[in-house]
């Protein structure tokens, strides 16, 4: 993803949650600089009732120590604030966070383009719907910066189960303006998003996603299996 993340994240955090009142578990703040490790543009969670606290980046590090038991670490992720553990799309990431996602890891593939995947924690009071999540986080990595003209197309979506949880995902390709890669010097010209939500229990909901550009398209056939690998912890 791209390197211009803020004023589209609050806007799609209005637009996330439409209903419920939703708090995004992060560490409380807002959008870390624009130089960041991860340059993409970001922005709020989920919409299906409620308006989203988008939680703050810290480029990375957090502020507290992490739950007993968690290993925010590729390859292998147990994101203990997300009740979540995922192995990573490549071994070779480097810990991050952003408005919608307080961990995340990423990997540079083109200028200023990173490779992402990430979790995140969502309570939700009122009437959560896995669905409903799904498509708001969708929409919310979607808004992000990939130009004026992107076009943003969903491939699929499906009621799926995660560790015999309900969960769905979302699979879109996003697909960048051709002046706005030109003005870049971009080789990227799509990336391809993956997002499931989980119910974990009573009000809570826990995401994961993954988005890896067309310049390394031979990972695409692994996210089934990376998606099948989830556990709740």
Not at 219 to 232: A, F, G, M, T
Request: with cysteine; glycine share 10%.
């Amino acid at each position: 993803m791209s390197g211009a993340r803020g004023a589209a994240a609050l806007v799609v955090a209005a637009l996330l949650l439409a209903g419920c009142t939703q708090t995004v578990a992060g560490r409380g703040g807002p959008p870390g600089p624009p130089g960041s490790p991860d340059p993409r543009g970001t922005s709020a969670p989920p919409s299906g009732s409620g308006t989203p606290t988008s939680p703050a980046p810290s480029s990375g590090t957090s502020s507290s120590a992490p739950p007993p038991g968690a290993h925010l670490a590729c390859p292998r992720v147990i994101d203990k604030t997300a009740h979540l553990a995922y192995d990573c799309i490549t071994h070779t990431m480097a810990k991050d966070s952003d408005t919608i996602w307080p961990l995340k890891f990423t990997k540079q593939v083109d200028l200023d383009w990173t490779m992402d995947e990430g979790s995140s924690h969502v309570d939700v009071t009122g009437n959560g719907n896995v669905t409903v999540l799904a498509n708001g986080f969708a929409s919310a990595m979607g808004a992000q910066e990939y130009g004026p003209n992107a076009g943003v197309k969903k491939v699929s979506e499906a009621d799926i189960t995660v560790a015999s949880r309900k969960a769905h995902l979302v699979e879109s390709l996003l697909t960048l303006d051709p002046d706005f890669r030109a003005q870049r010097h971009l080789k990227v010209k799509q990336e391809r998003l993956w997002v499931v939500v989980v119910h974990i229990g009573a009000d809570q909901f826990s995401a994961w996603y993954v988005s890896i550009p067309d310049v390394r398209k031979a990972l695409w056939p692994r996210v089934s299996e990376l998606i099948k690998r989830i556990k709740v912890v």
